[in-house]
């Protein structure tokens, strides 16, 4: 016999008080069951197979939250999208109440699993990106400091913030005000704040949203290395561009990076964090690292070079390959363009990539890392080679796959390369 359906399940949430919006969870997920809109992130009931791949990657732990509700009527999308803060637990005698006015009914939709991968045409389980990326760190990176400020903490009231000092707000690129980056330096005085490469800071708008609430804290990569832009000082660096459209192209103005693209210098900003204990580079001195990014994901690939280039400079530095995979609309749209020509040759390997470019084809950085195949595939066989992938999320499947095809292209196991990339924190995903 059949056994009854529950009337009670427990219902994965996210904590929008000291959820970041970084993005990990959905990017993480492989039913797609987590989405967003311009204030939460929420995880649909009726898709959510309770694998929970999604928990470990959660920077703050905002993931790791759930409620026990009636199986016939769980949270709605609409009704996660319009909280500030978790609804209250229900007590028992609540939980009783909800079940019978729920009609004691269990909900088939909410108890089961959801539906395995969509597969092609060819029943083959379809290609996912996300698949491929660590949730570890490489085996030699630096021990990371996290949650110092801000969300470290299920009670709101412990979430506190730390003052950052404006020190250096310089544009770099060439375009015009609309669409420019900046390269913005703060500084934390005697507070601690320990970065490494590869590391993530919020930083908190001042004023209140269009509901009159508090803005959420925006996540930003530093650009800088782990002893500071400066050597020495307690600072760092980081890359924001003026947003005033959404990624559909819809006109928006971007609250925090507004804000702080027009800071001026001896300005104050509240910041929280660090934040990430995966995306983090190898300090083993001769491995090799692949960066791959567009615009403003270059913040973290900055940083890992600069820490390299730092190394080097001291006789610490034993030879490991650098390889940069750079893409923008334009040349003059591409941050740092100026300085990275400046790197020597035999240092760093660059290959840049226009989409823009007027009178030649669309060029992507996939295309070039198709036309740097053989080097490519000869780093993919060094166990000592790491991959980080930056920048916006529609470039994330057509660089993985481009792995996969230069992997495949040189007579090499893609399932065991990419097996061994994932499961030894060698291919990184940081896409938004």
Request: hydrophobic residues 35%.
């Amino acid at each position: 016999m059949n056994a009854p359906l529950p009337t009670v399940v427990k219902q994965h949430v996210i904590d929008p008080e000291i959820c970041i919006r970084c993005n990990t969870c959905e990017a993480t997920c492989p039913v797609g069951a987590i989405t967003h809109d311009s204030r939460n992130y929420v995880v649909d009931v009726a898709t959510c197979n309770w694998c929970n791949a999604c928990i470990s990657p959660c920077p703050t732990g905002s993931i790791d939250n759930y409620r026990s509700v009636p199986a016939g009527r769980p949270y709605t999308l609409e009704e996660q999208f319009s909280w500030d803060e978790l609804p209250a637990e229900l007590s028992p005698e609540q939980l009783q109440a909800a079940v019978a006015e729920s009609g004691g009914d269990a909900s088939a939709v909410a108890a089961e699993p959801a539906a395995a991968p969509a597969a092609d045409p060819s029943g083959e389980t379809a290609f996912r990106s996300a698949d491929w990326g660590a949730t570890l760190p490489p085996w030699s990176a630096a021990h990371a400091y996290t949650n110092l400020y801000g969300p470290s903490s299920k009670n709101a009231a412990a979430q506190k913030t730390v003052t950052a000092t404006v020190t250096g707000n310089v544009r770099v690129t060439e375009v015009g005000k609309d669409y420019d980056t900046h390269h913005i330096v703060l500084d934390f005085g005697a507070m601690p704040f320990p970065v490494l490469e590869g590391q993530s800071i919020g930083i908190v708008p001042p004023g209140t949203d269009d509901k009159g609430k508090p803005h959420h804290a925006r996540q930003y990569s530093i650009a800088s290395p782990r002893n500071g832009e400066r050597p020495g000082y307690n600072n760092l660096s980081l890359t924001i561009k003026r947003v005033l459209e959404d990624h559909a192209g819809k006109p928006v103005r971007g609250v925090a990076s507004n804000y702080m693209c027009d800071l001026q210098v001896g300005d104050t900003v509240q910041v929280i964090g660090p934040f990430g204990t995966s995306f983090l580079m190898p300090n083993h001195p001769r491995s090799n690292i692949v960066m791959i990014c567009t615009g403003t994901g270059s913040a973290p690939m900055r940083a890992m070079t600069e820490w390299r280039r730092r190394l080097r400079a001291s006789g610490k530095f034993e030879g490991g390959k650098l390889m940069l995979f750079f893409g923008a609309r334009t040349q003059e749209e591409l941050p740092y363009f100026g300085p990275l020509q400046n790197l020597p040759k035999d240092f760093i390997d660059i290959n840049f990539a226009f989409s823009r470019t007027a009178g030649a084809p669309k060029r992507y950085v996939q295309d070039a890392m198709r036309e740097r195949a053989a080097d490519l595939a000869a780093l993919l066989q060094d166990p000592n080679t790491c991959i980080y992938v930056c920048g916006l999320k529609s470039m994330e499947e057509g660089v993985v796959l481009a792995l996969r095809d230069v992997a495949q292209q040189a007579g090499l196991s893609w399932d065991t390369i990419g097996t061994a990339l994932k499961t030894e924190g060698r291919l990184h995903l940081e896409t938004y």
